[in-house]
């Protein structure tokens, strides 16, 4: 079974260097920069398995 059947896939252009706030709210995860920062500030956002705690974490080649 697919675990996102249905889900609709959103494209950004290029998310080098792009805030992980602005990921998440570019990516359709949350509503708004505001759930986004507290979202990571809870601990509730992982990238790669690793946990991002910084609201100013920045997306790099290594995040693709």
Same mark, same amino acid.
């Given at each position: 079974?697919?675990?996102?059947?249905?889900?609709?896939? #959103?494209?950004? &252009?290029?998310?080098?260097?792009?805030?992980?706030?602005?990921?998440?709210?570019?990516?359709? +995860?949350? =509503?708004? #920069?505001?759930? &986004?920062?507290?979202?990571?500030?809870?601990?509730?956002?992982?990238?790669?398995?690793?946990? +991002?705690? =910084?609201?100013?974490?920045?997306?790099?080649?290594?995040?693709?």
């Amino acid at each position: 079974d697919q675990i996102f059947r249905g889900a609709q896939v #959103k494209t950004i &252009a290029s998310p080098k260097d792009l805030s992980i706030v602005d990921f998440l709210t570019a990516a359709g +995860v949350v =509503d708004s #920069k505001r759930q &986004a920062r507290e979202d990571v500030q809870n601990n509730a956002i992982e990238q790669n398995g690793e946990k +991002v705690t =910084d609201i100013s974490y920045k997306l790099s080649k290594k995040d693709l």
